[in-house]
């Protein structure tokens, strides 16, 4: 309890759902897949990015965990999440989703214990183990039905008007 303590979850289960997705990294390379983990909550400082960059990134990386944007145009984000996983990203953040995240290539990934594709200006296909665990975080972020079965929901509730203004955590950096 003392590591999500400044955490406001909603109820059990994100907390629950959270404590699983700071397992996921350490045995990913057993299961094989493994869905996205999305943490959403309804306004900017609640926490969201905080739990994703601070609590899993240091955990596992020790420094906080980058994030990155998921490319908006669907005909990117094939050879981004290519590029991710050729340049050995293992745990990736993708931060400030809109309201609906929809993407095929994503749902693929989540569900493939393979990468394959053609790299980028070439003709040559790169073929490689899925090792990634993806967070996704966003304010009221939705789904489509193609992700949200690929989804386990972490949602946040702050208790206040402004979590922002709430004093900065231990984990923070």
Same mark, same amino acid.
């Given at each position: 309890?003392?590591?999500?303590? #400044? ?35 309804? #306004?900017?400082? %609640?926490? !969201? $990015?905080?739990?994703? @960059? ?12 980058? $994030?990155?944007?998921?490319? @908006? !145009? ?8 290519? $590029?991710?996983?050729? /340049? ?6 993708? /931060?400030?989703?809109? /309201?609906?995240? #929809? %993407? %095929?290539?994503?749902? %693929?990934?989540?569900? $493939?214990?393979? &990468? =394959? ?11 490689? /183990? ?13 789904? =489509?039905? @193609? &992700?949200?079965?690929?989804? *386990?929901? *972490? ?8 979590? @922002?203004?709430?004093?900065? =955590?231990?984990?923070?950096?």
């Amino acid at each position: 309890d003392e590591l999500v303590t #400044d955490s406001y979850f909603e109820d059990q289960a994100s907390r629950a759902n959270f404590l699983g997705l700071m397992l996921t990294p350490m045995v990913r390379p057993l299961i094989g897949r493994a869905p996205l983990h999305l943490i959403t909550g309804p #306004d900017a400082g %609640s926490g !969201k $990015s905080t739990l994703a @960059e601070c609590m899993l990134g240091i955990t596992y990386t020790g420094k906080p965990l980058e $994030s990155a944007q998921f490319p @908006e !145009k669907p005909e990117e984000r094939a050879k981004w999440l290519l $590029s991710q996983a050729l /340049d050995g990203v293992t745990l990736l953040h993708l /931060d400030n989703l809109g /309201d609906v995240l #929809d %993407s %095929s290539n994503l749902a %693929s990934l989540l569900t $493939s214990a393979r &990468i =394959s594709d053609r790299i980028l200006g070439g003709n040559s296909i790169a073929r490689l /183990d899925n090792l990634m665990t993806v967070v996704g975080t966003g304010n009221n972020t939705n789904t =489509s039905r @193609e &992700i949200a079965r690929r989804t *386990v929901i *972490v949602r946040l509730v702050p208790p206040m008007p402004n979590p @922002e203004d709430r004093p900065a =955590s231990s984990y923070t950096h």
